[in-house]
């Protein structure tokens, strides 16, 4: 059975910076693409970051590049999603998402596993 739980979500003053984590459990961490998605209230899911199995492909989202930076730690079978220069609209449940493939993509129905998510505010 595959868990993912993230942790670190709370409240961040805007332009400010907050790191969530994703533990992955019952999965090799190594064989699969994990990624971070988000939702706000009335909005649709949308993809925030991916990385591929051996990190050699990451992508970020054009609405977070250069203030998001996803990385996977393989010893402690977690991913990080560092969040720097905190925006209001940043606000959002942000979840954590595994795919047994070697390759990221954008698309959420194409990911198996999903963790319960996390709330992040931004206060101005």
């Known amino acids: 059975q595959v868990n993912l739980e993230e942790s670190g979500g709370g409240l961040v003053q805007a332009g400010g910076s907050l790191t969530l984590s994703c533990a992955a459990s019952g999965l090799v961490v190594s064989s699969g693409t994990m990624a971070w998605f988000r939702q706000a209230p009335g909005k649709s899911r949308e993809f925030v970051a991916g990385?591929?199995?051996?990190?050699?492909?990451?992508l970020h989202a054009d609405s977070v590049k250069d203030r998001f930076t996803i990385s996977r730690d393989y010893a402690k079978k977690t991913i990080t999603l560092q969040r720097d220069s905190m925006k209001p609209e940043d606000a959002a449940r942000y979840s954590c998402?595994?795919?047994?493939?070697?390759?990221?993509?954008?698309?959420?129905?194409?990911?198996?596993?999903w963790g319960q998510g996390i709330q992040v505010t931004v206060s101005t």
């Open positions: 998402a595994a795919l047994p493939s070697s390759m990221v993509t954008r698309r959420s129905d194409l990911y198996c596993y």
């Open positions: 990385v591929s199995s051996s990190s050699s492909s990451r």
